[in-house]
Nanobody, 125 residues
Framework: QVQLVESGGGSVHTGGSLRLSCAVSGYTYRSYCMGWFRQAPGKEREGVAA???????RYADSVKGRFTISKDNAKNTLYLQMNSLNAEDTAMYYCAADISWCGYSWWRRERYNYWGQGTQVTVSS
């Protein structure tokens, strides 16, 4: 059974940094797209970044240059380094897994087969 468990969320001030982690277990597919999504109160869940089994990365325009997605295959862990955080980054962050390549539809949440339970990120001034 595939399980995704996020951690690393918290409260920071504007301009601060956080690193989110997503521990993956039970995933045996050779190809995959791993993504980070976020959902703020009253808003739809949106794609933040994704990385596939070849190491190709994708980012939402709103986080380019500030967030970095990476993975440690030895630890079966996905990361999201978030720098220069601002209030608009406040949301629940989720990691997700899909068994196919990311491609240009990486941001579509409906394509992802597995989801974690989320970790809260709050940015205040």
């Amino acid at each position: 059974q595939v399980q995704l468990v996020e951690s690393g969320g918290g409260s920071v001030h504007t301009g601060g940094s956080l690193r989110l982690s997503c521990a993956v277990s039970g995933y045996t597919y050779r190809s995959y797209c791993m993504g980070w999504f976020r959902q703020a109160p009253g808003k739809e869940r949106e794609g933040v970044a994704a990385i596939d089994s070849e190491g190709s990365t994708r980012y939402a325009d709103s986080v380019k240059g500030r967030f970095t997605i990476s993975k440690d295959n030895a630890k079966n862990t996905l990361y999201l380094q978030m720098n220069s955080l601002n209030a608009e980054d406040t949301a629940m962050y989720y990691c997700a897994a899909d068994i196919s390549w990311c491609g240009y539809s990486w941001w579509r949440r409906e394509r992802y087969n597995y989801w974690g339970q989320g970790t809260q990120v709050t940015v205040s001034s």
